[in-house]
C-alpha cells in the first residue's frame, strides 16, 4: 500500500477497475454518463457505508466538506444529492451485484481451506435462510408484504465455514422462503441446512438427485416408515437415528427414496430437535452439531443490520434499495479481503471502527492496526458475533 494515499483510496486498490468496467459495459451503465461514472457512484455509497452516514444528504454533505482530498479519493469533484439521487435510481443495480459477486469469488479464493465449524468435514456447509427488511409500504409501494406493509427479503446462502455470502436474492415480503430453492444453484456433494421453512419433500428429493445433502428439522407431523435404526450413544444427546421412507400418496411420489430421521436432546437449550437428511455417511451427532452452527446465518443478518446500512434506504425505488444492499455486501466482503490480505487479527467489527475514523489519514492500513493496546472495541454481544474472527 502506497504510504502517500488516503486510506480510502488504499481500501479500493484492491479493487480491480478492470472487473468493474466488464460489469458496467454488460448492462450500458455509464451510457450518456459525463463526469459521476458507475465507479464513482460506487465509490460515494462505500464512503457513507464505510463511514456510517445516516442519509444520502449526510454521506454527500460529507463529501463535500473534503472536497480538496475527493481527487485522490477518485471521486474527483463534489457532487450534489440530486445527482447521487439520480444514479441510484436509474442505473442498473445488476452492475453492483455483479461485481459483488466477482468480489465473493475473490473472498472464497483467499479463504480456501478456512473453517470455523467444530465439525472437521471436508464437504462445502452451506445455511440457507431469509431476512426481512421492514418498509413504509406508501413510500416502497412496488415492497409488496402485508395489507398495510411493505418489506424486502435478503434471501441468502451462506458459507458456514467462512461466513462468506455464496448466493444472495432481493425480493419483495411476499416471496415464499422456499421458492428460493428453486433459484439456488446446488453444487455435488456440499450440504445444504435449512430450517422447516424450506421443507418441501420435491425439493429436496432435487438436492438429492444433484448428489447433494441436506439437514433440515421434520415437521411435528408426517406420515412416514421407520425401515431400520441405528444403535446410538444416548449420552451424547442423540435419542433415535433411523432409516425411513414416506407413506403419504403424495409425498412419496415427490420424495420416492429413503432418508434419516434423527431425534436430538440439546441440554443448553432443553429442547428436542427432530432432523431429516440424506447424508448416511455423517454420525447423527455430526449431523445434530451442523445444524446447530446454521445459526450462523442469523448472526451474520444480525451484524450486517447493525453495522451496515440496510435498514434505511437513500432511495425509494426497487433499483436504489437493491443498488445500496448490493454495495453494502461489497464493502462488506472487500474488508474481509482486507482482513485476510493484510492478515489482520482484529475482527470485522473493529477493522471497520478504525477505517471509519482514519478514512482521511494517510498512514498504510496494516499500521492502524499494528496497536493492539488501541484496539479494544467490543461487539454489543460479542457471545454471538466470535464467527467473524475468522
Given at each position: ?291 446447530k452452527h446454521s445459526w450462523f ?66 498512514e498504510p492500513i496494516n499500521q ?23
Amino acid at each position: 500500500m502506497n504510504q502517500g494515499k488516503y486510506v480510502f483510496a488504499q481500501i479500493f486498490d484492491i479493487v480491480s477497475p478492470n472487473d468493474f468496467s466488464k460489469c458496467v459495459n454488460r448492462y450500458n451503465g455509464d451510457y450518456k454518463t459525463q463526469h459521476f461514472s458507475c465507479w464513482k457512484q460506487f465509490l460515494c455509497m462505500s464512503f457513507g457505508q464505510l463511514t456510517h452516514r445516516e442519509s444520502l444528504s449526510d454521506t454527500v454533505l460529507c463529501i463535500k466538506a473534503n472536497s480538496r482530498k475527493l481527487y485522490h479519493l477518485g471521486i474527483g469533484k463534489a457532487i450534489v444529492k440530486s445527482t447521487l439521487s439520480k444514479a441510484n435510481e436509474n442505473r442498473d443495480w445488476r452492475v453492483f451485484q455483479d461485481f459483488a459477486l466477482l468480489l465473493i469469488a475473490q473472498a472464497k479464493e483467499l479463504y480456501t481451506g478456512d473453517s470455523q465449524l467444530e465439525v472437521d468435514i471436508k464437504n462445502n456447509v452451506f445455511a440457507i435462510d431469509s431476512t426481512t427488511i421492514d418498509l413504509c409500504l406508501s413510500l416502497y409501494p412496488w415492497a409488496k408484504f402485508r395489507k398495510r406493509k411493505g418489506a424486502v427479503k435478503l434471501h441468502t446462502l451462506l458459507d458456514l465455514k467462512t461466513s462468506i455470502p455464496e448466493f444472495i436474492l432481493i425480493s419483495d415480503g411476499k416471496m415464499h422462503d422456499v421458492n428460493v430453492l428453486d433459484k439456488i444453484p446446488i453444487l455435488p456433494e456440499s450440504i445444504y441446512v435449512m430450517d422447516r421453512g424450506y421443507l418441501d419433500f420435491d425439493r429436496l428429493y432435487t438436492i438429492q438427485t444433484a448428489k447433494a445433502f441436506y439437514i433440515t428439522r421434520a415437521r411435528k407431523i408426517f406420515n412416514f416408515k421407520r425401515i431400520y435404526s441405528s444403535k446410538v450413544d444416548k449420552s451424547t444427546g442423540v435419542l433415535c437415528d433411523q432409516t425411513i421412507r414416506l407413506t403419504g400418496f403424495y409425498v412419496s411420489k415427490d420424495y420416492p427414496g429413503m432418508f434419516r430421521r434423527i431425534k436430538y436432546y440439546d441440554t443448553e437449550t432443553d429442547k428436542t430437535f427432530v432432523f431429516l437428511s440424506n447424508n448416511f455417511n455423517l454420525s447423527a451427532l455430526e449431523i445434530a452439531m451442523l445444524y446447530k452452527h446454521s445459526w450462523f446465518i442469523e448472526t451474520f443478518f444480525k451484524w450486517i443490520k447493525q453495522h451496515l446500512k440496510i435498514k434505511s434506504f437513500w432511495g425509494t425505488s426497487q433499483n436504489a434499495v437493491k443498488t445500496q444492499i448490493w454495495i453494502a455486501i461489497s464493502v462488506y466482503v472487500i474488508v474481509l479481503i482486507l482482513k485476510k490480505k493484510l492478515k489482520l487479527a482484529q475482527s470485522i467489527y473493529e477493522i471497520l471502527q478504525i477505517l471509519s475514523i482514519n478514512i482521511f489519514d494517510k498512514e498504510p492500513i496494516n499500521q492502524l492496526f499494528n496497536d493492539s493496546e488501541l484496539q479494544n472495541f467490543k461487539e454489543r454481544d460479542p457471545n454471538q458475533l466470535i464467527m467473524f474472527d475468522l
